[in-house]
């Protein structure tokens, strides 16, 4: 692979030169990113959605949330990188964690937050307090729901660049790797990364608008958020 | 597994570690994490990178901190200001951190300045956002108020509307802190030092303690950063606390 690179000064003619590498490199680097946030989605969504749902634990929620925003990212690949080595592995757990509290506090002011109102009604209609949770509850919270699940996977491809420190691959192999990109190898990588991270978020955003129920999209906003959750920044935390 | 390999031996297969002759087995065998190098190392490798990334930390949040705040009082007098100035923030704020390093070097170089301007740019969106959002939620009567008592517009700003939008840019200040905090790791790639630098000398080197050592200290950094800040917000509003109190 190496030794059909082409390096040029250019960090446009060097991406086009070397379409295949970049494939390979924003292959990997979306397999890391998504394995993460599916496993993240796993764990994060029934536990957020059974303490939304009971109303409970929102000190919990709120710490969780505090801690995954201050954790330093390259601090977790770091400590993961002591303890479980290098790898595929080491990174993808580091990346869990901290796409995790995002997912999880955002699901649970999502269900938390669903309008009394009309999870009283549903009651009051005879409906069981499951079929309540979902015909009433995760239809209501899903647009915010999917909103943590958006922050979290721009979170997470952004961050996966840092997985080339742990021997996880992806694009930031090409930018942390001057000696053999050259210059031109490096602008394009980051680009590249920077144009990725855009491109998630974009098609996010759009399928955020699908799975938010009509009614809802007509009011512009998504439903009550706490002061947990003031914005999709803040919770977003940093990579 | 206890008895020490002897160190020639460790030293050819393993990571190389300067050991000056005086290195315990633990670290010589590369163990999980060994505290007696952390505290014989503490004074002259862990607090010189903690001050300089808290100097780091400081600066960055400071500078961004003044263009937010000058922002977002423009942008609340002259409303078209918010939307190119937001998006150009947001914009920033979604590149990938070693990404932008990456790219800011091509134009300023391997320096102290650059991982500033990296660092200062992360914190835009979040400052200006929330000090906007806090100006904005003062009430409009309150404001009424004090122009009828003769408050001129910027005693009005001084006195009613800052103070009132005080505890969104304290939330924002603090979530910028831990944020920089993360990132300063990062921009120890770029020449940034505090305690990413350690973190990249341990990816040289593979040495386990130092691992996990500088990802703990950053981590702990960051918690406790925002735990003063929330502290700072708590004495500074005392009033905010009735209404953010749980329901």
């Excluded at chain 2, 009828?148 to 969104?168: D, F, N, V, W």
């Excluded at chain 2, 910028?176 to 990816?203: D, K, R």
Aim: proline letters at 5%.
């Amino acid at each position: 692979m190496v030794s059909a690179l082409a390096i040029t000064g250019n960090p446009f003619t060097f991406f086009f030169d070397n379409l295949s590498l970049f494939g390979d490199k924003t292959v990997a680097h979306l397999e890391l990113s998504f394995v993460s946030v599916l496993v993240a989605i796993v764990l994060a969504i029934p536990l957020g959605v059974w303490l939304g749902h009971l109303h409970r634990g929102s000190f919990f929620a709120i710490t969780v949330a505090n801690i995954g925003r201050a954790l330093p990212s390259l601090a977790v690949i770091s400590i993961g990188i002591g303890i479980l080595g290098i790898g595929f592995l080491n990174t993808m757990v580091a990346l869990v964690i901290l796409a995790g509290p995002v997912i999880l506090t955002n699901v649970y002011v999502a269900v938390d937050g669903v309008d009394p109102d009309a999870v009283q009604a549903a009651r009051a209609m005879g409906m069981s307090p499951l079929t309540v949770l979902w015909r009433v509850e995760l239809p209501l919270a899903l647009p915010l729901i999917f909103a943590g699940v958006r922050t979290a996977t721009v979170y997470v491809v952004a961050t996966a660049t840092l997985a080339t420190f742990a021997g996880g691959g992806g694009l930031g192999d090409i930018i942390v790797n001057e000696p053999t990109y050259g210059t031109a190898g490096v602008i394009a990588g980051s680009l590249t990364i920077a144009v990725l991270a855009f491109a998630i978020d974009g098609v996010l955003a759009l399928v955020q608008m699908r799975v938010t129920p009509y009614p809802l999209r007509r009011q512009g906003r998504r439903p009550r958020t706490d002061a947990v959750v003031q914005s999709r920044w803040e919770t977003g935390g940093r990579r | 597994m206890s008895l020490a390999v002897h160190p020639l031996l460790a030293a050819g297969g393993g990571p190389v570690i300067p050991t000056f002759g005086r290195a315990s087995n633990c670290v010589v065998q590369n163990h999980q994490f060994c505290a007696s190098w952390v505290s014989d190392n503490w004074s002259a490798v862990f607090q010189p990178a903690l001050v300089q990334h808290i100097v780091l930390t400081l600066i960055a949040v400071g500078v961004g901190m003044v263009i937010s705040f000058v922002a977002a009082i423009f942008a609340y007098r002259h409303t078209w200001f918010e939307t190119p100035f937001s998006m150009t923030a947001a914009f920033l704020y979604t590149i990938p951190s070693l990404a932008l390093f990456e790219l800011l070097v091509q134009v300023t170089g391997i320096n102290r300045f650059t991982v500033e301007v990296g660092l200062v740019s992360y914190t835009l969106l979040i400052l200006f956002r929330n000090t906007l959002t806090g100006l904005r939620g003062v009430p409009a009567a309150t404001i009424e108020a004090a122009r009828a008592m003769g408050l001129t517009e910027r005693q009005t700003l001084l006195r009613i509307e800052l103070p009132l939008a005080a505890p969104a840019i304290m939330a924002g200040l603090r979530i910028a802190t831990v944020t920089t905090i993360s990132l300063a790791t990062v921009a120890a790639y770029i020449g940034g030092g505090g305690l990413g630098a350690l973190i990249f000398n341990a990816i040289q080197s593979g040495f386990k303690t130092e691992f996990v050592a500088a990802g703990a200290l950053a981590i702990i950094l960051a918690m406790v950063a925002d735990l003063l800040l929330v502290l700072v917000q708590r004495a500074l509003t005392p009033w905010a606390r009735r209404r953010l109190a749980p329901s």
